[in-house]
T-cell receptor, first 114, second 113 residues
Framework: NAGVTQTPKFRILKIGQSMTLQCAQD?????MYWYRQDPGMGLKLIYY???????DKGEVPNGYNVSRSTTEDFPLRLELAAPSQTSVYFC?????????????FGSGTQLSVL | GQQLNQSPQSMFIQEGEDVSMNCTSS?????WLWYKQDPGEGPVLLIA?????ELTSNGRLTAQFGITRKDSFLNISASIPSDVGIYFC?????????????FGPGTRLSVLP
């Protein structure tokens, strides 16, 4: 059981370039999330999705876009990369939003924008 | 937005020592989760707590859901080198479910042989 799979593991972008971070889960989870992790800070929610075709903004959505065409996949798009987007990005999923559910994380994507 | 505070920010201990860390919030939480993150990896769930006062163990780890519902504690007994990593608390605020887990900044643990 692969769980939550993120690609790529590392990426370096130039300012203004675009890229898509891939995330897939094989646990049939309804809820999927994108977080960013900056040094010394807690994880910040970028976007989340409650099911295929439904997405919503989190705490720090500016500069990012998402889509959820299938239950399994939740890609994160950076259209015009900026140095402020240098961070480690984590995708996570959970089955439902109930209080008894837990988040399962991918292994992360380390992104540097130079 | 909601914020969690974790203390200490970092700690250096000798192998075999016990470790205590805590997480506090200014508001009431439904759920407390404790995660460990190894370098280059995503956070892995250690313990989940769902009721005020709940005390749950996972091997050498014990966590408690504070009575006030505004804090949680994690203890590690008889530390070993593989305990090294960053420990994050995460909470689910009372009024909001599912997507709005709030994460603390982490406690970085180093275990000296």
């Amino acid at each position: 059981n692969a769980g939550v799979t993120q690609t790529p593991k590392f990426r370096i972008l130039k300012i203004g370039q675009s890229m898509t971070l891939q995330c897939a889960q094989d646990m049939n989870h309804n809820y999927m999330y994108w977080y960013r992790q900056d040094p010394g800070m807690g994880l910040k929610l970028i976007y989340y999705s409650v099911g295929a075709g439904i997405t919503d903004k989190g705490e720090v959505p500016n500069g990012y876009n998402v889509s959820r065409s299938t239950t399994e996949d939740f890609p994160l798009r950076l259209e015009l990369a900026a140095p402020s987007q240098t961070s480690v990005y984590f995708c996570a999923s959970s089955y439902s939003p109930s209080t008894n559910e837990k988040l399962f994380f991918g292994s992360g994507t380390q992104l540097s924008v130079l | 937005g909601q914020q969690l505070n974790q203390s200490p920010q970092s700690m250096f201990i000798q192998e075999g020592e016990d470790v205590s860390m805590n997480c506090t919030s200014s508001s009431i939480f439904n759920t407390w989760l404790w995660y460990k993150q190894d370098p280059g990896e995503g956070p892995v769930l250690l313990i989940a707590l769902y009721k005020a006062g709940e005390l749950t163990s996972n091997g050498r780890l014990t966590a408690q859901f504070g009575i006030t519902r505004k804090d949680s504690f994690l203890n590690i007994s008889a530390s070993i080198p593989s305990d090294v990593g960053i420990y994050f608390c995460a909470g689910q605020p009372l009024q909001v479910y599912g997507q709005n887990f709030v994460f603390g900044p982490g406690t970085r643990l180093s275990v000296l042989p």
